[in-house]
């Protein structure tokens, strides 16, 4: 692989970083996200990043809402058809409990339909009217809050940091790329002007 294209990958992954640092400060306030961690990978191709969810706990802060969950520990809450770490969830007027997109929130048994004096136990046990009604899933080692959220594990300053050196090293990237180009073409110009 020649300098052209290795300056191309680095260019490539600076890019894939600046990407996930600018999702991951996007979500900053974001109850629940959990901020993506990047790999860089150094392959026959040239350079690849890849990115999943850091494993952090997010700290959690005490709403005093009965529908609002924290989950502590690995997992997610499923909603409709997919997941989420984000509790904010609530009763909508004909009592399914609902996340702030309207998505049910699904427990062992089905969507959950709730009264207002239902609550949800720590080990995920649903009871409404003194019975219990219903679980929510959760892996092993999990726990839920109720009347708190988990907040986002986004540090704003080391996300900006991180725009700031994905910034710096596309850069450098683009300049040795120009630096090379700059050399080829002279090179090309003064065979043609030997002959």
């Known amino acids: 692989m020649d300098g052209l294209h290795w300056s191309a990958s680095a260019m490539r992954a ?7 640092a600018t999702h991951n400060l996007a979500n900053a306030v974001s109850d629940g996200f959990r901020r ?13 990043v ?7 706990q997010g700290a959690i802060r005490t709403t005093g809402r009965p529908f609002d969950l924290a989950l502590l520990g690995p997992g997610a ?15 909508d007027r004909d009592g399914w409990l609902v996340d702030d997109r309207g998505r049910h ?7 959950l339909r709730l009264s207002a004096g239902a609550t949800i136990a720590g080990d995920g046990t649903v009871r409404d009217g003194g019975r219990i009604v219903d679980r929510l899933p959760l892996p092993a080692g999990t726990q839920v809050q109720s009347g708190a959220l988990e907040t986002s594990t986004v540090n704003p300053i080391g ?5 700031l050196t ?24 003064d065979v043609g002007r030997l002959k």
């Open 14 to 20: 600076a890019r894939a970083q600046l990407d996930v």
């Open 36 to 48: 993506f961690a990047t790999s860089v990978v150094l392959g026959p191709g040239g350079l690849r």
């Open 50 to 56: 890849s990115a999943a969810p850091a494993n952090e």
């Open 77 to 91: 809450f499923r909603v409709g058809d997919g997941t989420t770490r984000n509790g904010a969830f609530s009763r």
């Open 105 to 111: 929130v699904v427990g062992a048994c089905g969507a």
């Open 159 to 163: 996300e900006t940091l991180a725009i």
């Open 166 to 189: 994905a910034q710096r090293a596309f850069e450098t990237a683009q300049k040795t790329m120009l630096a090379i180009d700059g050399t080829r073409e002279k090179a090309a110009n």
